[in-house]
Nanobody, 114 residues
Framework: QVQLVESGGGLVQAGGSLRLSCVAS????????VAWYRQAPGKQREMVAN???????TYADFVRGRFTISRDTVKNTVYLQMNNLKPEDTAVYYC????????WGQGTSVTVTS
């Protein structure tokens, strides 16, 4: 079983930046898929970015060019660098890792004001 703890969310003005972190309780070196999702109020959870095998990265169209996913296998941490934030990026952001089954963190809230 893998426990995930996200942090780094907060309140930021449009155009600002935040870096989200997701610390895993187990080594992520052997985990093939790690991802960030988000869920805005009244909306379904949606994929923001993922990385497979630590190499190939996939981004949703609405964040491509602004967000960057990365991972540090020494610190067992997955990051999401978010730049040029927009009010529509306001959501709870969740970390996911897939190791046989999908594990989720509790989420960290991001609010972007105009």
């Amino acid at each position: 079983q893998v426990q995930l703890v996200e942090s780094g969310g907060g309140l930021v003005q449009a155009g600002g930046s935040l870096r989200l972190s997701c610390v895993a309780s187990a080594s992520i070196a052997s985990i093939n898929l790690v991802a960030w999702y988000r869920q805005a109020p009244g909306k379904q959870r949606e994929m923001v970015a993922n990385t497979v095998g630590g190499g190939v990265r996939t981004y949703a169209d609405f964040v491509r060019g602004r967000f960057t996913i990365s991972r540090d296998t020494v610190k067992n941490t997955v990051y999401l660098q978010m730049n040029n934030l927009k009010p529509e990026d306001t959501a709870v952001y969740y970390c996911q890792v897939v190791k046989g089954v999908a594990y989720w963190g509790q989420g960290t809230s991001v609010t972007v004001t105009s």
